[in-house]
Nanobody, 125 residues
């Protein structure tokens, strides 16, 4: 069982940047695609981005494409979400998740076996 812990959230002004971290323990993330999701108040949890197990491919929601970037540090067993040019509509709790089956790809929430507790991101002036 892998344990995920997000950090790095906070309050930022529109146009600002934040970098979220997702530290994994209990299992190496080397063989797994990792996802980021977010949930705004009274809305469903939505896909933000996905990063492949080989560190080569990434996929992003249209709403964040060109502004958000996922990366990882295998030596730290950590995945990052760099968020630039933040907008008020980016306000949400952000979650990282790991797919249940190694070497598979997809953004359906049911295919992610472990989730972090979430970190709040608030974009406001």
């Amino acid at each position: 069982q892998v344990h995920l812990v997000e950090s790095g959230g906070g309050l930022v002004q529109p146009g600002g940047s934040l970098r979220l971290s997702c530290a994994a323990s209990g299992r190496s993330i080397r063989s797994y695609a990792m996802g980021w999701f977010r949930q705004a108040p009274e809305k469903d949890r939505e896909f933000v981005g996905l990063f492949s197990w080989d560190g080569i491919s990434a996929s992003y929601a249209d709403s964040v494409k060109g502004r958000f970037t996922i990366s990882r540090d295998i030596s730290k067993n950590t995945v990052y979400l760099q968020m630039n040019n933040l907008k008020p509509e980016d306000t949400a709790v952000y979650y990282c998740a790991i797919r249940s089956i190694p070497f598979t790809w997809g953004k359906d929430r049911v295919d992610f076996g472990s989730w972090g507790q979430g970190t709040q991101v608030t974009v406001s002036s």
